[in-house]
């Protein structure tokens, strides 16, 4: 435990006898864990301590750019406006409807509205997280989940919203989902098995205390997601491995009826499902790998009975070497496509009957998705578009002539100029040649000095790290910080070969890619070693934790975030949460070539007698996807080997899960935290 005096000494964990000394901190609940894992909350708070009044001035002034009370963008659907309302002081958004106004108009009749849910009432202050938010198709009913405690275990709730009468529906071990069928009285939910893998998939209809259970998915590798199509007219039920899909189809007009299987599941095989019109005619559209890696997009004439097969499938856009088709969406009056090219998202568009088109946007490097493509029969979708240097922006696109309008821009409170700060696209050149992107931003008048920075990466899963707008970021560019996104190999920027080059026997390219990240960015003199700050969340913090293994010297301090990082050990225990599923990612450690190539890059296994940077190290005692112990165990061993006199700070949210804690306020608090201690270590502060 900590001493009383004014300078803390930091807590010693027990080594244990065996090849992993620190295994005991796996124990959950036990007395000698929560005493260490709070003996270390007790270490950081003291350490912090002289930054009280700095983390209250950095909350005051970023909740101070953000409009505390706001209305979402009401999205029409049927005779109703839905939208949602922020309340100063409130930590999370209530749900609204109102009456949809005859002239179509986005107006919101506030002496008409109903509060639909009030998420607020609902936490009572605690952990809150809303899973399903699902209004039935006859708009009488509103189907929700929640989770109280960070787990991602949901309860399941039915809110009859003519009387406000909720029922609470008796089924356990839930994953959140809730779909209803065209009958509104019928919904179909998933069951998490013991390593929080959803498998099962059940149908309930209301006024029954049980419910039939409709597909059953054995293999660990594979996630069950139950969902309806674009047309409104179909259920997909989709079963997706990290490698491997297979989709299930049904008339969401027959819920009693059973899932047709589209393609049965081949190894390699990708592919996803939707419905709706292609001129004029009701078809299936197929996202698939079967032609290439980057995806291709075919279309199948519904049947009057059954489902198409393979072999009817047509092509519509055909695979790209260059351009990865990310996804699709559909509206009676066109498709969309979500397209990468050269590191950045492109929409594009295909009118019924018009010619094809690219959105234009005024950025080099930006965000862009579609966010909604509102009703079926709808002529118009919304986009939501951002840069490093520019607030979200929804736009209404006109399908048919590309007209955007700016519906929304998120405001940012006081003095703010978007043309104050810089937005630039670099290319860093990896070991290999390999040119890696990365996205900056930094304040005009300090473009191309050394100043301070902030490199933040993740690079895993193909998931694409697009640059984002932070209202909090600014108080660290308004200090003179700038701000960088690796787009290491692993993730999706450049299409799927990108992320392929980044995992399994390639992971080490993730790790290279951002020490080459670093060393370009002090090598073009826009900062130094000792200027540079580097942070990763998840398989982020994996990232986090092997460079610092492997360039220590780079680095004046890192921030790792539920990082997972005894990646070894996990992945060789198959009861533990996703480590199934996980395979396709990292490999199967019990393969003596995986176990040698794992064990080389695990930062657990890695850590060394070496001077590291200055540390904080964030972990959820509730998460399911990283436990808390990755993070405690790694730290215990680095206070043992480690030979600097660098802070190291562990701090675990007890009451909180993956995404950290639950509400808007304590989300700042939590940055104001980060914050406090890059400007502490870069003696800003």
């Known amino acids: 435990m900590p001493s009383s005096n004014s300078t803390p000494s930091a807590p010693v964990a027990r080594k244990a006898d065996g090849a992993d000394p620190y295994a005991w901190l796996q124990n959950r609940d036990t007395d000698e864990v929560l005493d260490y894992l709070k003996a270390e909350n007790d270490y950081q708070e003291r350490q912090?301590?002289?930054?009280?009044?700095?983390?209250?001035?950095?909350?005051?002034?970023?909740?101070?750019?953000?409009?505390?009370?706001?209305?979402?963008?009401?999205?029409?659907?049927?005779?109703?406006?839905?939208?949602?309302?922020?309340?100063?002081?409130?930590e999370y958004a209530r749900h609204y409807r109102c009456p949809r106004p005859a002239d179509d108009s986005q107006t919101v009749d506030e002496s008409a509205e109903e509060l639909l849910l009030d998420p607020n009432a609902l936490a009572n202050g605690g952990f809150f997280s809303l899973g399903a938010f699902s209004i039935s198709p006859d708009h009488r009913r509103l189907a929700y989940s929640l989770d109280t405690s960070g787990e991602e275990v949901?309860?399941?709730?039915?809110?009859?919203?003519?009387?406000?009468?909720?029922?609470?529906?008796?089924f356990e071990d839930?994953?959140?989902?809730?779909?209803?069928?065209?009958?509104?009285?019928?919904?179909?939910?998933?069951?998490?098995?013991?390593?929080?893998?959803?498998?099962?998939?059940?149908?309930?209809?209301?006024?029954?205390?049980?419910?039939?259970?409709?597909?059953?998915?054995?293999?660990?590798?594979?996630?069950?997601?139950?969902?309806?199509?674009?047309?409104?007219?179909q259920l997909v039920l989709a079963l997706d491995s990290k490698t491997t899909g297979e989709s299930w189809v049904l008339d969401a007009s027959k819920p009693e009826q059973a899932f047709v299987c589209m393609a049965p599941r081949s190894e390699g095989h990708e592919y996803s499902?939707?419905?709706?019109?292609?001129?004029?005619?009701?078809?299936?559209?197929?996202?698939?790998?079967?032609?290439?890696?980057?995806?291709?997009?075919?279309?199948?004439?519904?049947?009057?009975?059954?489902?198409?097969?393979r072999k009817d499938w047509q092509t519509l856009i055909p695979h790209s070497e260059t351009v990865m088709l990310d996804g699709f969406s559909l509206n009676a009056k066109g498709l969309t496509l979500s397209l990468r090219e050269g590191g950045l998202p492109i929409v594009e568009v295909h009118p019924q009957g018009l010619p094809a088109y690219r959105v234009q946007l005024p950025d080099a490097a930006y965000n862009l998705y579609v966010q909604d493509t509102l009703e079926f029969d709808s002529d118009k979708i919304r986009l939501r578009y951002q840069s490093l240097n520019r607030p979200p922006q929804v736009r209404q696109l006109s399908l048919a002539t590309g007209e955007q309008i700016v519906l929304k821009e998120t405001p940012v409170l006081g003095v703010f100029d978007a043309d104050a700060y810089v937005s630039q696209r670099l290319w860093a050149t990896a070991a290999d040649g390999t040119q890696v992107?990365?996205?900056?931003?930094?304040?005009?008048?300090?473009?191309?000095?050394?100043?301070?920075?902030?490199?933040?990466?993740?690079?895993?899963?193909?998931?694409?790290?697009?640059?984002?707008?932070s209202h909090a970021r600014l108080s660290?560019?308004?200090?003179?910080?700038?701000?960088?996104?690796?787009?290491v190999r692993g993730g999706g920027e450049l299409g799927e070969a990108w992320y392929r080059n980044g995992k399994q026997e390639h992971k080490q390219n993730t790790f290279s890619d951002f020490i080459a990240c670093a060393e370009h960015l002090i090598g073009e003199n826009l900062t130094t070693a000792d200027k540079l700050v580097i942070s990763g969340g998840s398989a982020g913090g994996l990232l986090i934790g092997a460079v610092v293994n492997q360039r220590p010297e780079l680095f004046k301090a890192a921030i790792a975030e539920v990082p997972f990082l005894d990646v070894l050990n996990t992945m060789?225990?198959?009861?533990?949460?996703?480590?199934?599923?996980?395979?396709?990612?990292?490999?199967?450690?019990?393969?003596?070539d995986v176990y040698?190539?794992?064990?080389?890059?695990?930062?657990?296994?890695?850590?060394?007698?070496?001077?590291?940077?200055?540390?904080?190290?964030?972990?959820?005692?509730?998460?399911?996807?990283?436990?808390?112990?990755?993070?405690?165990?790694?730290?215990a061993k680095l206070r043992d080997t480690k030979t600097d006199d660098n802070l190291l700070l562990l701090k675990t949210e007890l009451g909180a899960g993956h995404g950290g804690m639950s509400g808007r306020y304590q989300g700042l608090r939590d940055v104001a935290l980060e914050y406090g201690f890059i400007l502490k270590v870069l003696q800003l502060a």
């Open 154 to 170: 949901y309860q399941l709730y039915v809110k009859e919203l003519n009387t406000g009468d909720v029922i609470s529906l008796p």
């Open 596 to 635: 040698a190539r794992i064990k080389a890059y695990a930062p657990y296994e890695n850590v060394s007698a070496q001077a590291y940077p200055a540390m904080l190290v964030i972990a959820g005692y509730n998460d399911s996807r990283v436990q808390y112990w990755e993070a405690a165990k790694w730290v």
């Open 273 to 309: 499902v939707d419905h709706g019109l292609i001129d004029g005619a009701w078809s299936w559209l197929i996202r698939s790998n079967q032609a290439g890696i980057n995806f291709a997009l075919y279309h199948a004439p519904e049947k009057t009975s059954g489902v198409p097969e």
């Open 476 to 487: 660290l560019l308004d200090r003179g910080i700038a701000f960088a996104i690796a787009h």
């Open 48 to 90: 912090l301590a002289d930054q009280q009044a700095l983390r209250e001035t950095l909350f005051q002034e970023i909740k101070g750019r953000i409009l505390e009370t706001d209305l979402s963008l009401p999205s029409p659907w049927g005779p109703y406006l839905y939208y949602t309302r922020t309340t100063e002081g409130d």
């Open 174 to 233: 839930c994953d959140g989902s809730m779909t209803w069928a065209n009958d509104s009285q019928t919904l179909f939910f998933g069951e998490l098995d013991d390593t929080h893998r959803p498998h099962k998939l059940y149908r309930h209809t209301l006024g029954n205390d049980s419910a039939d259970l409709v597909f059953n998915e054995p293999d660990g590798r594979f996630f069950l997601h139950c969902y309806r199509t674009s047309s409104e007219r």
């Open 572 to 592: 060789l225990d198959p009861d533990l949460p996703l480590t199934v599923t996980e395979y396709d990612e990292w490999g199967n450690p019990q393969e003596p």
């Open 437 to 469: 992107p990365i996205s900056l931003v930094v304040k005009r008048e300090l473009a191309g000095q050394p100043v301070p920075l902030y490199l933040y990466g993740y690079g895993a899963y193909g998931e694409s790290l697009d640059p984002w707008f």
